[in-house]
């Protein structure tokens, strides 16, 4: 069902965990399937150093968000917010199954919150 | 370690069975509806098959009809039944296989009136005889459940039925030759039985249709299978049914239970973990278990990965996205069904893969309890 390159990062993700003390934190509950991602940032300068993620779904779900952090790290936040679903099915190797796309869309999401949750802690500037 | 944990949904061969089998294809390949020696030598086999299978339970050979599988002689059973009848009420319960569900909807569709009756807990169902009409003319529950392993009190709902003349149909699809039936003392009308569950062949089932109980038919053709079903037998599929049906026994049921339990020990060391089913009268080789904080369909292919094959009631792995209704239906909240696997064992699984799994389930759990955002308090 799925892709190799989505089973590697599913089984080796490589941006699971927590960031310490974050700038921005997003979560995410999946209207579709009752699935939640949580994404941590830290930012400096206006650009994303690190992202981390906590996932409690399915394997679509867990490669996404691991997917979703290789994009983020390194983005100007502008840049972060432009990802879309499309380019996370991208990196993990183009055909994700449809009833799957949502978990990708979750990721958009949670991304969003992240940056949100940043901005707002940070409007004093 | 290779370890195939998924029987429920279809099971290894037997090599007896396969054997038993071969002549049927380059041999004895004859028509059983054909007069000469290559049709007599097929319709014997035919015949004795029957024998065999109607005999485990207690039925005269001329109650049983083949099929093709488990889903056609639910859909037989019960449509057939509907159609005879022309309308009025149906009684079947939540947690019923798709093959039973879907039927029963469908002829709501064409104006039958259908209660879905629910259940406790562990998954037995409630309420039945209040639910009973003045115009019920059919009752069809299963036996044992396919993904929680619970075994109803078919008896008792049987000698109900019978004593109110509702015709009673049970799908014992996962209990046959697990569990002991008797058609005649469980007061059954209609049963199907499928035998790639049980080391046979796909493709080939039956329906008992008690001796007297009229149905419609829902194909139409030639006058096989006493023109209820017709259709050229299948007599290598047959063959191999019945084989798989005399070679099932009690002291492989027993062997199964002792190595299930066993693994249910171990997984339930696991914390926040949960058994699904009752743990009585339950299925020899069902384990169903609710660990919380993952996801099943991740469990899965995890298990997967290190060569164990298990299935999962997870919304994510359902082509619906909601999680499996037997899981509901018993009460369990949406994220402890997320996170449910069915262990389904066979007389071929080993304790070393017993021991294999339990660790293996742990690492695995532990690793997606790593990544999950939701933890223990
Ligand atoms: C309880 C139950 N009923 C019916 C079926 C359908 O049987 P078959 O696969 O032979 O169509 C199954 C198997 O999936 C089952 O578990
Ligand atoms: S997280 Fe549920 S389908 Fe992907």
């Known amino acids: 069902m799925y892709s190799e390159k989505l089973m590697e990062r599913f089984r080796n993700p490589k941006f699971v965990g927590k960031i310490k003390y974050p700038d921005g934190v997003g979560e995410e509950g999946n209207m579709r399937c009752g699935d939640i991602m949580k994404l941590y940032i830290k930012v400096k300068d206006n650009k994303i150093m690190d992202a981390k993620f906590e996932t409690f779904g399915c394997a679509a779900a867990i490669a996404t968000s691991d997917a979703l952090c290789e994009l983020a790290i390194g983005k100007t936040l502008g840049e972060a917010l432009k990802i879309k679903k499309e380019d996370i099915i991208k990196l993990l190797g183009g055909d994700v199954p449809k009833i799957k796309y949502h978990c990708s869309v979750l990721g958009v999401e949670t991304l969003h919150k992240a940056i949100e949750d940043y901005k707002k802690k940070h409007k004093s500037f | ?377």
Do not use: W
């Not at chain 2, 207690?58 to 022309?86: C, H, M, Q, R, Y």
């Open chain 2, 1 to 377: 370690m290779k370890t195939y944990l998924d029987n429920a949904a279809t099971t290894k061969v037997d090599s007896e069975v396969v054997k038993a089998m071969k002549p049927y294809f380059e041999e004895k390949y004859g028509n059983a509806s054909s007069l000469h020696s290559f049709g007599s030598e097929a319709k014997k086999a035919l015949e004795e098959s029957r024998k065999k299978i109607a005999d485990k339970i207690n039925a005269d050979p001329s109650e049983i009809i083949f099929v093709s599988s488990g889903t056609e002689a639910d859909n037989l059973a019960i449509t057939g039944i509907a159609k005879l009848k022309g309308k009025g009420h149906i009684i079947t319960s939540k947690i019923e296989h798709p093959a039973v569900l879907e039927t029963c909807k469908e002829l709501e569709k064409n104006g039958f009136d259908v209660t879905y009756l629910n259940v406790d807990k562990d998954g037995f169902v409630k309420d039945f005889e209040k639910s009973i009409k003045s115009n019920t003319i059919l009752v069809s529950i299963m036996h044992a459940n396919n993904e929680i392993g619970t075994v109803q009190d078919i008896e008792k709902i049987g000698k109900i039925c019978r004593s109110k003349n509702i015709i009673f149909h049970s799908d014992c699809v996962q209990s046959f030759t697990k569990e002991k039936i008797d058609v005649k003392k469980m007061s059954i009308d209609l049963a199907s039985f499928s035998s790639h569950k049980i080391h046979g062949p796909k493709g080939i089932a039956a329906l008992y249709i008690k001796e007297g109980i009229k149905l419609k038919k829902l194909m139409f053709g030639g006058h096989h299978e006493k023109s209820i079903r017709p259709g050229t037998e299948n007599i290598p599929g047959i063959v191999g049914f019945a084989k798989a049906v005399q070679i099932a026994n009690e002291n492989d049921v027993e062997r199964i239970k002792q190595m299930r339990d066993k693994l249910i020990n171990g997984l339930l060391k696991i914390p926040d973990t949960r058994l699904n089913g009752d743990k009585e009268k339950r299925l020899c080789n069902n384990i169903s278990i609710s660990f919380r904080y993952v996801e099943g369909e991740s469990m899965l292919l995890y298990l997967d990965e290190k060569g164990i094959a298990v299935s999962t009631g997870s919304a994510c792995s359902s082509q619906s996205l909601e999680p499996s209704h037997v899981l509901i239906s018993i009460g369990l909240p949406h994220e402890i069904a997320h996170g449910t696997i069915r262990y389904s064992l066979s007389k071929y699984t080993t304790e070393k893969e017993i021991e294999y799994t339990i660790k293996t389930t742990k690492e695995v759990i532990e690793r997606l309890r790593r990544i999950s955002p939701i933890k223990r308090r």
